[in-house]
C-alpha cells in the first residue's frame, strides 16, 4: 500500500492519526499543530502578559511535563516574555514522590527553569508522614486533600508569583462537567469551565493552558518530543462520580472522538445559563460550596496515594442524602407513605453541621436559594467560605494532638463520607 | 414516597400486591403535573387542544391510559373536559412491512381508547417542512418536486448521507421534534405532551451536553413556552422509566399488548461505529436508574435550572430551529477550535447560513 501523504504539508509520510478529528499527519507537522493551538488558546485568552512570572504546577507526570516543554518553546518563538519557575509540592510521604520528584529535578535541567519544591512541612508544619503518626493511617486521605488544595497557591505565594498554570487537559474538563452534571452541582460546573480560575479579589490565579488539548494527543506529543515524564497509574479507584464520568467520557470519545471537545463547549455554554442564584450555593442543602475557585479540586486530581478511596460510596451516599430530602418533602402528598426501614438510625449527619440545617425547614432542592459569601480565613487569609479554612482547622486540631471535629466537610471532600465514619471511628476510641 | 422508590430491589411479586397504591402514585405523579388542565368554573369553555406523540412506547402508553382516564373523571364530575388530545403517531420505520404492523397497533389504541382523534404520519412528511435549511443537508427544497423519487427514499437518501450513526439518529430526532411541532401547529394545539420520563430527561441532558449541544438544555428538559411558539410538556418528567414499565402491567387489562419495547441494550453494538451517543446515554442511565434513582432524578432537577440566555440577538438554527446567539453558531471559531482562519474563510462566501453547533458538528461529522 502506497504511503499516506501528511494532511498538511502533503510532502512527509503521514504517521500519526490525530485522536482529536483522525486527520493523517507526519510527526514534525503534528508536533507544530499541537504547539500552535495551545499559542492560539494563550493568545486568544489573552492568558498572559509580558513580564509575568508564572508557575507551572510540575507533579513529573505527562500532562504538566509536556505544558513546561510546550510554554518553554512558545515562549521563546513567540518572545512571550515570560518568566517560568517549575512548583512541586512534596507531601512528605517516605518513598512516594522520590521518583517524581527525581523527574521534575530533570526537567528543570533539560529545560532550564528555576524549580521550587515546597513540602507540607514547611507550609504547614506537619509532612504528611507525621500525620500518619498522629492520627494513624485512617482519615490521612482528606487531610492530604485539603493540604493540597492550597499548597500550589501557598507555594505561589511564597515565590512572590500570581499565577500558577496547571496540566489539566480536555478530558479532564469534559469529566469534571459531566460529574457535576451527574452530581447536580452547577456552581461547580460553571467554574469548572472558565480556563482562569480566581477573580481580582484572589491572590493567585490558576489556569489551564491546555484546556483544549486531549489526553492522547499529550501522550503523543510527550512520546514524539521524546520529553522525560514520570509515567504513573493511580492505584486508586476514583470518587464514584467522577470514575462515572471519565468512563462516560472514553466511550464518547469512542464513538465520536470530537465528542470531548464538544462536552468542553457545552460546559462553557451551559456556565452562561446557570441562573445568578444558584452560582452560589450547590442544590443539596446542607453541603455547603465555597465560592473560592482555589480551594476547589476542579478537575481530575490524583489521591494521594497513601489511602484508596471506597468506590461508589459517594454515589450511595448521595442517592440516600436525596431520597432524605424527597422523602420529607413528600410527607405531606396524599400517599401512603412507607418510610424505609432503618433509615433514622443510619443517618449520616455531618459532622459539626448545625442543627437548624439538618432538621431544617423543609426545603425543597433548588427551590430555595441562599447565597453564600466569600471572605478569607481568620487564621491564615487564604480564601474561605468559612471564618476558619479547613487547612486551618485540620492544622488547629493536630497541633492540639487531636483530630478536630467541628468541622464542616464541603463537597469537595471526595472523601468525606469516608472520612466522616474514620472520624467517628476515631472519636470512640479517643475517647 | 412510593413503594418502588423505597425499596427498589423489591421483588416483582411485592409489587403486585402493592400494585393498587403503586399504580394511583404513577397517576398522582403524572397528573399533578397537568394542574393546569383542570376543568375550572361553571362557564363551559371550549376544550383546549393538546398534542400527544405516541411512540408505542411503556411511557406515552402510560400516558395515555392516565389522561384517558384522567378525561373520563373530568366527564363524570363536570359533563365536560377541560383538554383533548390529538393523538398522533410518527412513523420512523422505512419498511412498508413495518409500517402495515404500526398502523395495525394504532386501531388497537383506537379501540382501547376511542375518545381522542388519531393520526399517523411517516417522517419523511418533515421533507416537506419550509423552515428547514435543507440546502445545508445538501437536499433539494421542498417545492421543487422530484416526482422519480419517492419522501421515503429521500429520507433513506439523507439519513445515509449522514457522516456517522450518532449523527443519522441526531438528525432522525430534529426532524421527528420538528414534524411533531408543525402538526401540533395545524391542528391548533396549544401545547405537546411529552411521555419522556426522568430517566430519558437525564439522558437526553447527557446526550444533549455529549453532542455540544449543552445551549439547548433550557429548552430540552424544562415545561414551559418553547422557542417554536408552542407549549412543551412533560408530565412524567416526576417517574422513572421502570416505573412505567411496571405501570403498564399492572393496568387492567395491562398495556403490554399495545407497547413496543425497545430496550437500550438492543442497539449497543459491537462496533462503536454503529453504537450512538444517545445509546451509550440510555445504556447509562439505565444501569444508574437500578441503584441510583434519586441521582437520576437530581440530573433533571439540575439541568431545569439552567435559565434561557435573555437580551442577545438570537438567530434559528436553520436544522433543529432553537435559537442560537449571535456569532456562537458552528462548529468554528470558538476557543477550542483553536483555528483563526476557519471562521473567517466561512463567512466570506456571503450566504452565511445559521447552523446551532450540535447540528454543524452532526452534518460535518
Ligand atoms: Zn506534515
Ligand atoms: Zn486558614
Ligand atoms: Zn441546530
Redesign the interface.
Known amino acids: 500500500m502506497a504511503p499516506v501523504p501528511c494532511a498538511i504539508c502533503k510532502t512527509s509520510r503521514a504517521l500519526i492519526i490525530r485522536p482529536k478529528n483522525h486527520q493523517k499527519l507526519c510527526k514534525g507537522c503534528f508536533i507544530t499543530i499541537f504547539e500552535e493551538e495551545i499559542h492560539h488558546t494563550v493568545t486568544t485568552t489573552k492568558l498572559f502578559s509580558r513580564g509575568d512570572r508564572i508557575a507551572i504546577g510540575a507533579s513529573g507526570g505527562k500532562d504538566s511535563t509536556v505544558l513546561a516543554s510546550v510554554l518553554k518553546t512558545l515562549n521563546e518563538r513567540y518572545n512571550y516574555g515570560l518568566e517560568l519557575v517549575l512548583l512541586s509540592i512534596d507531601e512528605g510521604i517516605k518513598g512516594y514522590r522520590d521518583d517524581s520528584l527525581e523527574t521534575v529535578k530533570r526537567n528543570a535541567v533539560q529545560y532550564d527553569m528555576p524549580l521550587k519544591i515546597v513540602g507540607y512541612d514547611e507550609l504547614y508544619g506537619w509532612t504528611m508522614d507525621q500525620v500518619v503518626e498522629a492520627i494513624g493511617k485512617k482519615g490521612n486521605c482528606t487531610y492530604c486533600g485539603v493540604f493540597r488544595r492550597q499548597a500550589l497557591d501557598r507555594g505561589a505565594k511564597m515565590l512572590g508569583i500570581k499565577h500558577v498554570v496547571t496540566g489539566h487537559n480536555a478530558d479532564d474538563v469534559a469529566e469534571t462537567i459531566l460529574m457535576n452534571l451527574l452530581r447536580g452541582d452547577l456552581p461547580r460546573l460553571a467554574r469548572s469551565t472558565s480556563i482562569v480560575t480566581g477573580d481580582e479579589s484572589s491572590e493567585v490565579r490558576r489556569s489551564k493552558p491546555l484546556k483544549y488539548a486531549y489526553e492522547k494527543e499529550i501522550v503523543l506529543y510527550a512520546h514524539h518530543k521524546k520529553l522525560d515524564y514520570f509515567s504513573t497509574e493511580c492505584l486508586y479507584s476514583p470518587e464514584a462520580f467522577r470514575g462515572s464520568a471519565r468512563s462516560l467520557i472514553k466511550n464518547l470519545e469512542r464513538v465520536r472522538p470530537s465528542a470531548i471537545l464538544d462536552v468542553v463547549r457545552s460546559g462553557e455554554d451551559m456556565a452562561k445559563l446557570v441562573p445568578e442564584a444558584v452560582t452560589g450555593i450547590s442544590h443539596c442543602k446542607s453541603q455547603k460550596v465555597s465560592l473560592s475557585s482555589a480551594d476547589g479540586e476542579e478537575e481530575g486530581a490524583a489521591g494521594c496515594g497513601t489511602n484508596g478511596r471506597s468506590s461508589g460510596g459517594e454515589m450511595a451516599d448521595m442517592e440516600k442524602k436525596l431520597q432524605e430530602d424527597e422523602e420529607a418533602s413528600s410527607r405531606e402528598v396524599e400517599i401512603t407513605s412507607k418510610v424505609p426501614n432503618g433509615v433514622n438510625g443510619q443517618r449520616h449527619d455531618r459532622i459539626g453541621a448545625k442543627p437548624e440545617s439538618r432538621n431544617g425547614v423543609k426545603r425543597e432542592p433548588g427551590k430555595k436559594l441562599t447565597r453564600q459569601t466569600l471572605g478569607t480565613c481568620k487564621t491564615c487569609g487564604y480564601m474561605s467560605s468559612q471564618d476558619i479554612c479547613k487547612a486551618c482547622m485540620l492544622l488547629e486540631g493536630l497541633n492540639k494532638n487531636r483530630p478536630k471535629m467541628e468541622i464542616e466537610i464541603d463537597v469537595e471532600d471526595e472523601e468525606s463520607s469516608t472520612l466522616r465514619r474514620k472520624m467517628e471511628g476515631l472519636a470512640l476510641t479517643a475517647a | 414516597?412510593?413503594?418502588v422508590?423505597?425499596?427498589p430491589s423489591d421483588e416483582p411479586l411485592q409489587y403486585f400486591c402493592k400494585s393498587k397504591?403503586f399504580s394511583?402514585?404513577v397517576t398522582?405523579k403524572a397528573i399533578k403535573r397537568m394542574e393546569t388542565y383542570r376543568v375550572r368554573g361553571s362557564i363551559a369553555k371550549a376544550a383546549r387542544k393538546l398534542l400527544f406523540p405516541l411512540s408505542f412506547g411503556p411511557s406515552s402508553a402510560s400516558l395515555l391510559y392516565i389522561l384517558d382516564q384522567h378525561l373520563q373523571g373530568q366527564y363524570d364530575r363536570m359533563n365536560r373536559a377541560a383538554y383533548e388530545l390529538i393523538v398522533v403517531h410518527i412513523d420512523l420505520n422505512l419498511e412498508a412491512a413495518d409500517r402495515k404492523q404500526s398502523s395495525e397497533l394504532l386501531d388497537q389504541y383506537k379501540s382501547r381508547f376511542p375518545r381522542h382523534t388519531y393520526s399517523s404520519l411517516g417522517l419523511e412528511d418533515a421533507l416537506l417542512l419550509d423552515n428547514i435549511d435543507w440546502t445545508a443537508l445538501n437536499m433539494p427544497e421542498p417545492l421543487q418536486n422530484d416526482s422519480k423519487n419517492t419522501g421515503m427514499d429521500k429520507l433513506q437518501q439523507l439519513v445515509g448521507s449522514m457522516p456517522?450513526?450518532?449523527s443519522k439518529t441526531d438528525v432522525i430526532t430534529t426532524l421527528l421534534t420538528r414534524l411533531l411541532v408543525d402538526v401540533a401547529k395545524r391542528n391548533c394545539c396549544e401545547s405537546i405532551l411529552f411521555a419522556d420520563s426522568t430517566t430519558r430527561l437525564a439522558e437526553k441532558?447527557?446526550t444533549?451536553?455529549?453532542?455540544?449541544?449543552?445551549?439547548s438544555?433550557?429548552w430540552q428538559v424544562s415545561d414551559g413556552m418553547s422557542p417554536y411558539g408552542i407549549g412543551f410538556n412533560y408530565p412524567l418528567r416526576d417517574l422513572l422509566k421502570k416505573e412505567l414499565v411496571i405501570f403498564s402491567s399492572l393496568t387492567i387489562p395491562p398495556l403490554t399488548d399495545l407497547i413496543i419495547l425497545q430496550g437500550p441494550s438492543s442497539h449497543i453494538s459491537a462496533s462503536?461505529k454503529l453504537?450512538?451517543?444517545d445509546d451509550?446515554m440510555a445504556q447509562?442511565f439505565q444501569s444508574?436508574e437500578e441503584?441510583?434513582?434519586?441521582?437520576v432524578?437530581?440530573?433533571v432537577?439540575?439541568?431545569s435550572?439552567?435559565?434561557?440566555?435573555s437580551g442577545d440577538e438570537t438567530a434559528a438554527c436553520g436544522l433543529c430551529g432553537l435559537p442560537v446567539a449571535e456569532g456562537?453558531d458552528g462548529?468554528d471559531g470558538?476557543?477550542?477550535d483553536?483555528?483563526?482562519a476557519s471562521r473567517a474563510s466561512e463567512q466570506q462566501d456571503g450566504k452565511h447560513k445559521v447552523l446551532c453547533?450540535?447540528c454543524s458538528?452532526s452534518i460535518n461529522?
Open positions: 414516597m412510593a413503594v422508590d423505597v425499596a397504591c394511583q402514585y398522582t456517522s450513526a450518532t441532558t447527557l444533549e451536553t455529549a453532542k455540544g449541544r449543552g445551549f438544555l433550557p462503536s453504537t450512538t451517543i451509550l447509562y444508574v441503584n441510583y434513582p434519586s441521582i432524578a437530581n440530573v432537577r439540575t439541568s435550572k439552567l435559565q434561557p440566555l456562537t462548529i470558538w476557543g477550542g483553536q483555528n483563526s453547533y450540535g458538528r461529522g
